[in-house]
């Protein structure tokens, strides 16, 4: 009997001033645990470096994710299972995200897309601005690539703990570091994704 091969999970995140990139490392613990092989990548910044230079938070993030490998669509192609994680901008993803699902016209053209799974987080600065949309936003985009998608829904108690949001991970982001229920929603996502993926690999 052979011994089924790793998931191969694709964690993408886009993070203004480092949020969102806690997030995504902390589904690659997650995930990792499971045996699963992770690529953590961030999108390519869209923004100006003369407008990130003015800000001294958002330079900094930039200078701590210099070693996060740039996401490219041979990722996408790549991975069994996607979890994408972006801050919201009103009421949807931030655009540097927008801008990476638009060069996979390729990969969705010819079904390299489709039959992944696809999970989605995000973070806004209060609980009530947009984050829901954000997310439900996301899963129509891997609607239209055929990718299955794979909500936490009210799987676990975390759920609740950390806000009680279905579609996914969200955080309120306020400069702190993500609370302990932060963390464990998001491995239980984490995981959740990997066990579905794994029921339709094998």
């Known amino acids: 009997m052979t011994t089924p091969s790793p998931i191969k999970l694709a964690i993408v995140y886009y993070s203004t001033y480092g949020t969102n990139h806690a997030m995504a490392e902390a589904a690659a613990e997650a995930a990792r645990a499971t045996g699963a092989e992770v690529r953590v990548l961030k999108v390519p910044e ?3 470096q003369a407008v990130i230079d003015t800000q ?3 330079k900094a993030q930039q200078e701590r994710s210099a070693d996060v490998p ?3 669509p041979a990722d996408l192609e790549w991975a069994d299972a996607y979890l994408f994680s972006s801050p919201t901008r009103f009421g949807g993803a931030a655009s540097q995200v927008r801008a990476f699902i638009d060069t996979l016209g390729g990969l969705w053209g010819t079904g390299k897309l489709a ?3 696809f999970s989605a987080m995000t973070s806004a600065q209060n609980p009530n601005g947009g984050q829901e ?4 936003t996301l899963y129509i985009t891997a609607m239209h690539w055929g990718s ?4 936490p829904g009210y799987t676990d108690p975390a759920i609740f703990a950390s806000g009680g949001n279905p579609y996914g991970a969200s955080v309120t982001a306020n400069g702190q570091p993500l609370s302990d229920e932060d963390r464990t929603t998001i491995a239980h996502q984490t995981r959740r994704l990997i066990e579905v993926t794994t029921k339709l690999k094998n």
């Not at 949309?133 to 439900?136: A, V």
């Not at 299955?148 to 909500?151: G, K, N, Q």
């Open 148 to 151: 299955i998608i794979v909500a």
């Open 70 to 72: 740039t996401a490219t």
């Open 56 to 58: 001294d938070a958002w």
């Open 133 to 136: 949309t954000t997310l439900q």
């Open 115 to 117: 039959n992944k799974t």
């Open 46 to 48: 869209t923004a100006p």
